[in-house]
């Protein structure tokens, strides 16, 4: 068989290094940016049309897993590893000393303790006035974060992980700043709090996994989404044109109050009373429990009249939970989706009874919108069961209950446990059980 010929392919383009060096400088800045600042500096020596163009980098991204990434476990290791952050080290300092443009993004993450040049670095930084920060510095105790960085006004986006917070006195607030991210850190009532109200323009707040605070205060007019993973006492929300919200409660024990229906506080008030607009709410089972400890029968005004979407997360399976659940739902006439995510407590599988303490009477919600409700990580417990019997006899228009099983249960307990619920009576005549 004769070999078929090679075409020829004519190249139309042309892709020499020449034409993209012609490009602008601010585009090459640009195109340098998508680099980490150390491959940005090796980039740029290699043409004359690009040396130091990463001193005008609108983006500077550092990060020490190329310095630093050898685990010491001899000396000859040991001295690479410090030899690597002391190079590391040099870098951040160079950036920050000979970047002459504008400076949109600063991103530095680090798994070294760099506590001796921190301060130095964000006053550094703070005279290049960036508009989004990223400080990832994860090794050693947390970062206190000095007053120079609270003097840049214009932020848009502020990211801090493992940090201490403290507001200098002046503190003006960040008039621009849209998205607030904190992570692994520790402050105060107060300081949170005025943080928090110093920005104007919030749309986005993130904080997780946090110490000293107390009381958490959330007031924000212009605030879209609140996610709050921790440890607190109390809070408080005050947040009118709220659209998503998570909340969950890391530290259960503190939590295990048994309702009292003569409380004057209402928990629920204080958290939803000025969400009206508010559109997807998640919270864990903690959380319901901590709702549950005031007054939980008591009207509460105006809420929830956008809500469409509720995950509950973490799922204890106590009566607490049910209580306060069902208090949500009276209030969210619009609620369509319903996802629940089961976590025993050790205690639910051994019981005698279908729940932790006796069952306070409770006013059926009306869940007249609710189409779809989803149950994950199914164990065919009788408090399970019960749950979604409520709701079942509660959702005249439910089109599907899914049930989704987790992975190991055996076919006798699926089986069962399917059994158990196609047995359940339904307000609605199209509801379908499907198990996965």
């Known amino acids: 068989m004769a070999h078929a010929k090679k075409a020829k392919v004519k190249h139309t383009v042309d892709l020499s290094s020449s034409t993209i060096s012609s490009l602008p400088q601010e585009i090459k800045a640009k195109i340098l940016s998508n680099l980490s600042i150390h491959m940005a500096v090796r980039a740029s020596v290699l043409s004359s049309d690009w040396r130091n163009l990463w001193t005008i980098m609108p983006?500077?991204?550092?990060?020490?897993?190329?310095?630093?990434?050898?685990?010491?476990?001899?000396?000859?290791?040991?001295?690479?590893?410090?030899?690597?952050?002391?190079?590391?080290?040099?870098?951040?300092?160079?950036?920050?000393?000979?970047?002459?443009?504008?400076?949109?993004?600063?991103?530095?993450?680090g798994a070294q303790s760099y506590h001796d040049v921190f301060a130095r670095w964000m006053y550094m930084l703070s005279t290049k006035r960036p508009g989004a920060i990223t400080i990832k510095l994860t090794s050693g105790p947390q970062y206190k974060i000095p007053s120079s960085l609270f003097s840049i006004s214009h932020l848009y986006l502020l990211y801090l992980k493992n940090c201490s917070i403290s507001l200098p006195k002046k503190f003006e607030g960040f008039r621009l700043l849209r998205v607030l991210k904190l992570k692994v850190f520790s402050t105060t009532d107060s300081d949170i709090s005025n943080l928090i109200s110093s920005c104007p323009l919030l749309d986005v707040v993130r904080l997780k996994y946090f110490e000293g605070i107390s009381c958490l205060s959330i007031q924000s007019q212009t605030l879209e989404i609140l996610e709050v993973e921790g440890n607190f006492e109390d809070i408080h929300v005050d947040a009118p044109n709220l659209l998503h919200m998570y909340l969950t409660l890391s530290n259960t024990e503190d939590h295990q109050s048994v309702p009292v229906q003569g409380d004057r506080k209402s928990y629920l008030k204080q958290t939803f009373g000025s969400l009206t607009h508010i559109t997807t709410l998640s919270v864990s089972g903690s959380f319901l429990t901590y709702l549950s400890k005031g007054c939980m029968l008591t009207e509460v005004p105006g809420v929830f009249d956008h809500l469409e979407t509720v995950h509950m997360e973490r799922c204890l399976w106590k009566w607490t939970e049910v209580l306060a659940s069902c208090s949500l739902f009276q209030k969210a006439l619009l609620l369509s989706e319903l996802e629940i995510f089961s976590y025993p407590c050790p205690e639910a599988f051994t019981r005698k009874g279908i729940w932790d303490q006796d069952e306070t009477e409770i006013q059926a919600p009306k869940l007249d919108n609710l189409v779809t409700i989803t149950l994950n990580d199914f164990r065919g417990l009788d408090c399970e069961v019960a749950f979604l019997g409520l709701l079942l006899s509660w959702a005249p228009a439910l089109e599907e209950l899914k049930i989704n099983i987790p992975e190991g249960t055996s076919d006798h307990c699926a089986f069962r446990a399917t059994k158990k619920l196609l047995a359940l009576p339904r307000a609605s005549t199209k509801a379908k059980i499907i198990v996965t």
């Open 59 to 109: 983006d500077i991204f550092l990060c020490d897993s190329k310095f630093c990434s050898v685990c010491p476990s001899s000396d000859s290791s040991e001295a690479f590893y410090i030899s690597g952050r002391s190079k590391f080290v040099t870098l951040v300092d160079l950036a920050l000393s000979l970047h002459k443009g504008t400076l949109d993004t600063f991103q530095i993450h």
